[in-house]
Structures are given as structure tokens and as C-alpha cells.
């Protein structure tokens, strides 16, 4: 049974006051169950003391925003991935649409972070998703594809095995805009299908696929009911207690 995630993805926001009262607030929310996780990605500010907060809290992880995949060297502003296992990070999100538009980061970058946090112990949180002209044309799922087999295809399948994927699609982050259920499910469908197609289908079916884009509180049970849909990577929502807890309450109802 592969595990149900809730993982909010905070961007660069709140302070490290700020921050720190947040996850508080989720500590004394609910928390998930059996093989499923919340995530709370913070920024680099929070890492170590989120994990500190976080460690008699079984089901919680805590994840960074990015890595580089050097262990060590003339990297100014970067963290390794030694330095983030040092202090208990225990997952990392890479190739967000953000990194891949506003850095300039490519499918060949993106592959060498995430086997670079695989060979450290920690787990990927791999992003993936088509922007809205893709979609438009109907070239999404070939979009997608050709993103997974540069960034992951190339793991070996025991490899491949310790990833979470997050379809996201572009023109949905921030936007307000949802993809609709049918949409998100035909998508984390054709992921599995090219997962199943690549390494088998018992990988494809243990493989968590998470949605992000818009998730919020009156649209995630309807997201994650979907059969393919594992959960979801939330930004906005997640920055507040108030809004990411009927998130978690979602996914906990789904388990």
C-alpha cells in the first residue's frame, strides 16, 4: 500500500517567528496515520529547529526546498545534501516549476540532485507538470513523459523506489485555477501507466503521486479521492494552520 502525503511547500515565506509558530500549530493538529506522512517543506531558516520540534511527531516529516548536487565546494548560497542530512532533514523538494523558470534549472540538473539525495539517505520529492500552451494543445502527457525521462527514468528501479512524485501543472500553481478531478486523475493515471511501462507494475503501484496546484480545503477531498491521487504538495494553503489542517483531514480520510 503506498503511503498518503500531505506536504506543504511554504516557498519563501514566513519569517523564522512566524514559522516556528506554524509548526507548532500542526503538532497539535491532526496527524496522519499508518504509512502515510505530512511534510512540512520549509525554508532553510526553520530546518533545523522545525526538525527538533518535530522529532516525537512519528508521522511528520521535514523537507527542504532545493539542495545542490555537490557534497561541498565554491557554491555560494547552496546547501548539501551532507549538510541538510546533518541536522535530520529527511526529504527534499526538487524540480519545482519555480526552480525550472525563475533559476533556470534543467532536466539534467534536476536528475543529478535527485540521485545526489537519494545516494544521502533523504527523499525526493520529484516535480513535474506542463505549462498551461502544453496543455492547450494537447501535448501534456508527451510534456510530462520526456520530464520524467530525463529527471528520474535513469535511477535504477531500487533507486526509483525510495522517490515521491508531484504532478503539478504549471498553469495551476497560484493561481486559483484547479485542475478539475477528471483532469488530475488522468494525469497521475498516465504517470502510473509510464512508471508500470519503465519499471513494472508493482512499482507503479507503490509509487506515490502527489497534486499540487491550488490544493485547498474545499477542493482536496475531491482531489484526493481520486484513485491515482496520493496526496497533495500545497503551497498557499499550507501556510496556515487554519487551512492546511482540512488538507491533512482530507488525506486522513482517504486512508
Excluded at 527538533?52 to 532545493?66: F, G, I, L, S
Excluded at 492547450?136 to 515521491?164: C, N, P, T
Excluded at 474545499?218 to 498557499?236: I, K, R
Amino acid at each position: 500500500m503506498r503511503s498518503k502525503i500531505a506536504a506543504g511547500n511554504w516557498k519563501m515565506n514566513k519569517t523564522y517567528s512566524e514559522g516556528m509558530e506554524l509548526v507548532e500549530a500542526l503538532k497539535n493538529g491532526p496527524q496522519a496515520g499508518g504509512d502515510d506522512w505530512v511534510i512540512l517543506g520549509t525554508p532553510a531558516i526553520h530546518l533545523k529547529d522545525a526538525v527538533t520540534a518535530t522529532q516525537d511527531m512519528p508521522r511528520m516529516k521535514v523537507a527542504a526546498q532545493n539542495c545542490h548536487y555537490e557534497a561541498s565546494g565554491a557554491f555560494t548560497g547552496e546547501l548539501s545534501v551532507s549538510m541538510l542530512q546533518s541536522i535530520g532533514v529527511q526529504c527534499v523538494i526538487l524540480g519545482h516549476s519555480e526552480r525550472r523558470q525563475y533559476f533556470k534549472e534543467t532536466d539534467e540538473v534536476i536528475a543529478k540532485k535527485v540521485k545526489a539525495v537519494i545516494d544521502g539517505g533523504l527523499t525526493p520529492i520529484f516535480c513535474c507538470g506542463e505549462p498551461l500552451h502544453i496543455r492547450e494543445e494537447g501535448w501534456h502527457v508527451r510534456f510530462v513523459k520526456g520530464q520524467l525521462e530525463k529527471g528520474i527514468f535513469g535511477l535504477s528501479a531500487e533507486d526509483f523506489s525510495k522517490l515521491v512524485i508531484a504532478y503539478e501543472p504549471i498553469w495551476a500553481i497560484g493561481t486559483g485555477v484547479t485542475a478539475s478531478t477528471e483532469q488530475a486523475q488522468e494525469m497521475h493515471g498516465e504517470l502510473r501507466k509510464l512508471i508500470a511501462d519503465k519499471y513494472g507494475a508493482e512499482m507503479a503501484d507503490a509509487t506515490s503521486i502527489l497534486y499540487g496546484g491550488s490544493v485547498k480545503p474545499s477542493n482536496a477531498a475531491a482531489l484526493f479521492s481520486q484513485p491515482d491521487v496520493d496526496g497533495g504538495l500545497v503551497g498557499g494553503a499550507s501556510l496556515k494552520a487554519e487551512t492546511f489542517i482540512p488538507i491533512i483531514e482530507a488525506m486522513n480520510d482517504q486512508a
